[in-house]
């Protein structure tokens, strides 16, 4: 079994940053399919980013430039880097790390950017 835990969401201002942490209780990550996804209000899941076990990297297209997607194995902890932060970007934000037929994801953080 595997437990992802997010952290860093918050409350910022439009155009401020925020680094979002997901920490693995075990050592998946460089084998791993990771993806950061949020949830707004009313809406359903949508992918942010991903990283695959290589280090290839994919954006949507509305946080290219804005956000980085990264891992540390030896921390066992993916980051979402998110700069220039819009109210749009408001939602709860989920890690998912996948590999064959596992996937998990944590519980969610919280980011909320007011106007």
């Known amino acids: 079994q595997v437990q992802l835990v997010e952290s860093g969401g918050g409350f910022v201002q439009a155009g401020g940053s925020l680094r979002l942490s997901c920490a693995s209780s075990r050592s998946i990550f460089s084998s791993s399919v990771i993806s950061w996804y949020r949830q707004a209000p009313g809406k359903q899941r949508a992918l942010v980013a991903s990283?695959?076990?290589?280090?290839?990297?994919d954006y949507t297209d509305s946080v290219k430039g804005r956000f980085t997607i990264s891992r540390d194995n030896a921390k066992n902890t993916v980051y979402l880097q998110m700069n220039s932060l819009k109210p749009e970007d408001t939602a709860v934000y989920y890690c998912?790390?996948?590999?064959?037929?596992?996937?998990?994801w944590g519980q969610g953080t919280q980011v909320t950017v007011s106007a």
């Open positions: 990283m695959t076990s290589g280090g290839s990297t």
């Open positions: 998912k790390a996948a590999w064959g037929l596992n996937a998990y």
